[in-house]
């Protein structure tokens, strides 16, 4: 990946996308552990070519079209779509990723259950309610899913005791505040309100740390501040 970055700040294009290819196809033989930087970082910085070298944009969409064949004639599976989703949100064409989740719901109606928590920032910008509701059969043990995992996150971290670990766990808040408003605004959108406060009331009560449910909270009341948070830190570094 650092070499594609190189090639790229020296507008060695082709080179750049070559690496980029070679990384996306490769990377999880040679280290399982950059499952999360190749669907992450190393797309960013694949989109960050295509905005200089419009043929870096093609490719892209052609892996992604590659991996919806595959994804509908059977070799279906959860990874292939987190594969896909992560794509078109890179290239912000979030709705393919809606139009694939409904033909998987039409096909393999129980791999789309084991897919919806990747579908649903999709089905919430395409605006299907009813089908983000339906795949959300227990809102409520999805939030304390989802707390439990936070937790355990900030527990692990504060163990270090090193504040380098801010801005992930900033970050992680960060992720946590967006599922949790999907899930009650899907909720709100078909006339759940009630469910859809109760939902984010769980979201603070499942919360150990007191610093994490004011962090969660001031990122409920204001959206960003928790984005706001993370360049502040960045600057503290830099100084």
Known sequence: MERARKARL????????????W???????????????????ALRDWIYLAEQFP???RALQGLRDRDTARMLNGAASRELFRDISAINGALGEERATHELFVQVDIQMPQLAQQCADL?????????????????????????????????????QLAK????????????TVLNYTKEVRMIALVLARVDEEELAAQV???ALDELRSPALRDAVQREFDT??????AMLAHARQEQN
């Open 119 to 155: 579908a649903l920032p999709a089905l919430v910008a395409a605006e299907d309610w009813a089908l983000a509701r339906r795949h959300l059969p227990e809102p409520l043990e999805r939030v304390s899913h989802l707390a439990t995992h936070l937790n355990a996150y900030t527990e």
């Open 200 to 202: 984010t009331t769980a």
């Open 223 to 228: 959206p960003g501040a928790t984005i706001a």
């Open 23 to 41: 990384f996306h196809e490769n990377a999880l033989a040679v280290e399982p552990g950059m499952a999360g930087v190749r669907l992450s970082f």
């Open 55 to 57: 043929l870096a944009r």
């Open 10 to 21: 020296e507008n060695r294009f082709e080179d750049a996308l070559r690496d980029h290819l």
């Open 160 to 171: 270090g005791g090193s504040t380098s670990s801010a801005p992930a766990l900033l970050a």
